[in-house]
């Protein structure tokens, strides 16, 4: 996945993040919240936004991120079952990244889950954290964006 720019070009392709967003590295953000916060989440620049408090939310998320090309999906909080579930029902072979473990059984046959959040004292984000604050983070602020 690209780094995060200022004004980068669009790739094309979507990402799922149940409760992030990836807009500054060029991709479709699809997320989710409740639904009183949909105005204040579309503001930051979310391009779809679902309820996940809907009892239709994973049989309502897996169709539209089938209608292009989506690179995966990152769980930023919360339980990994939903977004599990979302992947199991894509027509596309989606990984999951998620800030916590995926207990055993949650992920159906075939749905790849990682836990990608390091414990204390662990070197995490030597790649990311230059490309954001060295580059992308103080030209944004420095352009008011």
Not at 19 to 41: D, P, Q
Not at 72 to 93: D, L, M, N, R
Not at 115 to 141: D, K, N, Q, R
Request: net charge negative.
């Amino acid at each position: 996945m690209p780094f995060p720019k200022v004004n980068s070009p669009s790739t094309g392709k979507a990402v799922f993040i149940w409760g992030r967003k990836l807009r500054s590295a060029g991709f479709e953000v699809i997320t989710t919240c409740f639904a009183h916060n949909f105005e204040y989440v579309k503001s930051l620049g979310v391009d779809l936004i679902f309820d996940y408090s809907s009892t239709s939310a994973i049989n309502d998320i897996a169709p539209d991120l089938d209608k292009g090309a989506c690179i995966g999906i990152f769980q930023a909080a919360g339980q990994v079952a939903p977004s599990c579930q979302v992947t199991h029902e894509s027509k596309q072979k989606l990984f999951v990244a998620a800030t916590n473990r995926a207990p055993e059984g949650v992920a159906p046959e075939g749905v790849e889950t990682e836990m990608v959040f390091a414990s204390v004292g662990a070197v995490i984000y030597h790649e990311t954290s230059p490309a954001t604050s060295e580059g992308f983070l103080p030209e944004t602020l420095a352009k008011g964006l």
